[in-house]
């Protein structure tokens, strides 16, 4: 049996509670804070048959280790491993949009990411388990419940993944600032995964053999480069966008 986790902030602590309920073993809120989005959470405890228990914020400080916790942090089990991606796929009804993150060890950045991928509708997210950030309190603080969303599913060989990805009939797409393609030129309607690299450093030199294509952002302005899940959100947006279009265009030649 997994061994119970700590995790912290509104975001995380209230989408646990409602996608999750059965999950979470007890609330602990800061006992100074009264305003409405504290009465809130508690008010969804309750409702959800889960304990609330007040206490001081120095508790809160020592069981999150002093990191950002807003008063309120939960105890719950640990998430079940994720369904390999071979399941994911198997069990969707709509072209697949993946996004595979190569080298990204920042848990701030890897939680943005999971935000991102869960407002675009991205189906997984797939990362490499060495020398890469995983889910942690902090990674789901950030991704404010998107880690309970997405899929997230770590690998041991990312080459390999992208390889198995290709047998099942996935493009994948290289994001990368030295491409001769850009963003806006690539069709982006079928199934398809776009992979990312660390900003500044860019995809690994396998990874980025293992693409079908690479494709640019164009940068109009002075900056070079971009926070890795704001080019995943540009990229991805784009992907709905076209597919948007797509279906749009099927429907009036119907």
Known sequence: MNEPKIIYGFHAVTSRLRQNTASVKEVFLDRARGDRRARGLAQLAAERGVRLIMVEGARLDGMTQHARHQ???????????RADIHAVLDGLGEPALLLLLDGITDPHN???????????????????????AGI????AKVASGAAETVPFIAVTNLARAMGELKERGIWLIGADDRAEADLYTARLQGPLAWVLGAEGEG????????????????????VESLNVSVSAGICLAETRRQRAVQGLASRRGA
């Open 203 to 222: 995809m690994r030199r396998l990874t980025r053999e293992h693409c079908d294509e690479l494709a640019r952002i164009p940068m109009l302005g002075t």
């Open 110 to 132: 890897l939680g943005a990411c999971l935000r991102v991928a869960d407002a675009m509708g991205v189906h997984a997210v797939i990362a490499p388990k060495d020398r890469a």
């Open 71 to 81: 008063g309120v942090a939960a105890r719950v089990e640990a998430a079940a491993p």
């Open 136 to 139: 942690t309190p902090v990674v």
